[in-house]
């Protein structure tokens, strides 16, 4: 939740001599021999290439992340608004606000939004909770036409992709993560060189392929 809150435990590991591997949200550190992560950039950038197709080409749109302090959640918070500033200028990001991860808290950030931007054409949920608080803001207040666009699964979200609610969402490979790091730490254990920055990729999925085999393995 913090990238910087585990760097005194990595000094202790270091200083005895104990390789580290990191996976999924990584650390401000140079310690660990190898990541094992997601390009959350290069994810959170497909959201919005995927955001402005579905919304037009133009319009307002919001982010609701769940924090400014992990590296997940800058990165996909990053990730998305730059690539719609330097990609589609004709789209407009009105507002980024943080729901903590939280699905209470992010519905209550997604009504606030809403509720202030009546012309607000779509909204991207950075985490799991952001995203199920994005889509149950907009059933309780009724809301239509607005493209919620999610990361992450989870059931309530791939409910709500099969429903229509949520027009498609960036999930993870949590198998290839799990499987890159124990190769990571075996190798790093026996002093063999790892690849410092392992990309386990991610994937787009909507109601069209949400079903798919190589989809549906990586969902949770």
Do not use: C
Not at 190 to 197: A, D, F, H, R
């Amino acid at each position: 939740l913090d990238s910087q809150a585990a760097i005194p435990l990595l000094r202790e590991a270091e200083e005895k001599g104990i390789p580290v591997v990191a996976f999924d949200s990584g650390v401000d550190s140079d310690i660990p021999v190898a990541t094992a992560s997601t390009d959350n950039v290069a994810a959170a950038a497909l959201a919005a290439d995927k955001m402005a197709e579905l919304i037009g080409g133009s319009g307002q749109v919001a982010v609701v992340a769940h924090d400014q302090t992990s590296r997940t959640g800058i990165d996909r918070r990053d990730g998305f608004t730059e690539r719609m500033a330097e990609a589609h200028p004709d789209v407009e990001i009105v507002t980024v606000q943080y729901g903590d991860g939280d699905q209470l808290k992010s519905t209550e950030v997604a009504k606030s939004i809403l509720q202030a931007n009546p012309d607000l054409a779509g909204i991207f949920g950075t985490n799991e909770g952001s995203a199920i608080g994005v889509v149950n803001g907009v059933r309780e207040l009724g809301t239509e036409g607005v493209v919620v666009i999610g990361y992450d699964s989870g059931a309530a979200q791939k409910e709500a992709v099969r429903d229509g609610t949520m027009a498609g969402a960036i999930t993870q490979n949590p198998v290839g993560i799990g499987y890159e790091t124990v190769k990571a730490a075996v190798a790093a254990s026996k002093g063999e060189s790892v690849e410092s920055n392992i990309d386990t990729g991610f994937y787009w999925y909507d109601a069209s392929n949400i079903d798919d085999a190589e989809i549906a393995a990586v969902l949770y």
